[in-house]
């Protein structure tokens, strides 16, 4: 794929953030701005994502504001359905990425990432393969938003949700996340319905009451795939640190904090987690809990050879027997799978060949 130009507009992430409501008043009060300069700017960029070029066209001192802090790498359209990977390279030459997805009903969804790599390490993730994982940084994880935006307005579409399901463990990064959360619902800023925001772990019980806690309103989602302690493990390595038990209660705990379900996410493989009595078991687990059951085909990725999604009458099997429970349940069906549809799966390539920025 071409590479696309770097942004003219350089870098901000050590400079005067736009997403930084005090620091942007201070820049105001020494420029001696009117109020209204700087309302109109935000409202402009982060409300209505408009091009830059429309944002600073009558902005005072433009050439002082930065305003992003990521450069658009690469840009990919899936040729089979409404999806676009877009790959981000931040200051220290490092690749992330973030998933446009076009719903056929209208509706628009935008993948973000919180990390590159993830220490979560599961073992059919991409991104868990890259090795140690580092926290990006409140800025850059809101200019993925701010960019992937500004594409969709230029296209006269509207970005509805964000979930926070790509490149590495959300709670990992629990302090930047929560500055992401509280910027994205600010109404000086992005002014985002909580409600449109949904945040993906892998399960950190403490990390998920405290974010409830905090943030009432955004969706969480745990990725469960089994409840057989055993294979939850080999699945998900981190698993050993935190108990089935923890999590169920961690769950509960959610579920008194928000009207919203918990959904559960559970993917899909062959002959390990996709049989009948496994079905009746997690039906058994989440007894008692508010939760949605989104089960998830497996895309296969070159870092796990071994592992096979399950058979399309096998999922509507084992989605069958939850109904059956009287569980709410979704089969997810992904969209991307000629873009490298597994998170991650292209950023490793990249990075392993991409100069780094000095």
Same mark, same amino acid.
């Given at each position: ?55 600073? $066209? ?5 050439? %002082? ?74 800025? %850059? ?6 960019? $992937? ?8 579409? %509207? ?19 929560a500055e992401v959360i509280e910027t994205l619902t600010d109404v000086r800023q992005f002014n985002r319905s909580p409600a449109s925001l949904l945040v993906s772990t892998v399960g950190i019980p403490k990390a ?43 769950? $509960? ?9 918990l959904m559960i996410e559970y993917l899909m493989l062959k002959n390990r987690n996709d049989r009948i009595h496994q079905a009746q078991e997690l039906a058994e687990w989440v007894q008692g809990l508010s939760v ?24 509507? $099997? ?41």
């Amino acid at each position: 794929m071409e590479h696309l130009p770097i942004r003219t507009h350089g870098r901000m992430c050590n400079m005067t953030s736009i997403y930084n409501a005090s620091a942007l008043d201070e820049f105001r009060k020494e420029r001696s701005l009117d109020h209204n300069s700087i309302r109109r700017l935000r409202n402009r960029l982060l409300k209505q994502f408009l091009s830059d070029e429309v944002v600073i $066209a009558d902005f005072p001192y433009a050439p %002082q504001l930065v305003l992003h802090c990521l450069e658009l790498y690469q840009r990919i359209d899936s040729d089979l359905d409404g999806a676009t990977k877009l790959l981000f390279r931040t200051d220290a030459g490092m690749l992330i990425e973030s998933v446009i997805l076009r719903i056929a009903s209208g509706r628009t969804t935008l993948c973000v990432s919180s990390q590159i790599g993830c220490a979560a390490a599961c073992e059919f993730c991409a991104t868990g393969h890259m090795g140690i994982a580092q926290n990006l940084s409140a800025s %850059q994880i809101l200019d993925q938003v701010l960019q $992937a935006g500004q594409i969709l307005t230029s296209e006269r579409r %509207q970005l509805h949700n964000i979930v926070f399901m790509g490149m590495g463990e959300p709670f990992h990064n629990e302090r930047n996340l929560a500055e992401v959360i509280e910027t994205l619902t600010d109404v000086r800023q992005f002014n985002r319905s909580p409600a449109s925001l949904l945040v993906s772990t892998v399960g950190i019980p403490k990390a998920m009451i405290r974010f409830a806690n905090r943030f009432p309103q955004v969706r969480q989602a745990l990725s469960l795939h089994s409840v057989d302690p055993e294979i939850r493990k080999a699945i998900i390595p981190l698993a050993s640190r935190y108990s089935l038990p923890d999590l169920k209660h961690a769950i $509960a705990e959610v579920n008194r904090l928000q009207n919203a379900p918990l959904m559960i996410e559970y993917l899909m493989l062959k002959n390990r987690n996709d049989r009948i009595h496994q079905a009746q078991e997690l039906a058994e687990w989440v007894q008692g809990l508010s939760v949605h059951i989104n089960l998830i085909p497996f895309n296969p990725i070159e870092d796990a050879p071994h592992l096979e999604g399950s058979e399309p009458e096998a999922i509507r $099997a084992f989605s069958a027997t939850l109904k059956a429970a009287g569980l709410k349940v979704t089969i997810r069906y992904s969209l991307g799978a000629d873009i490298s549809a597994a998170c991650g799966q292209l950023v490793r390539k990249e990075n392993r060949r991409s100069p780094t920025v000095n």
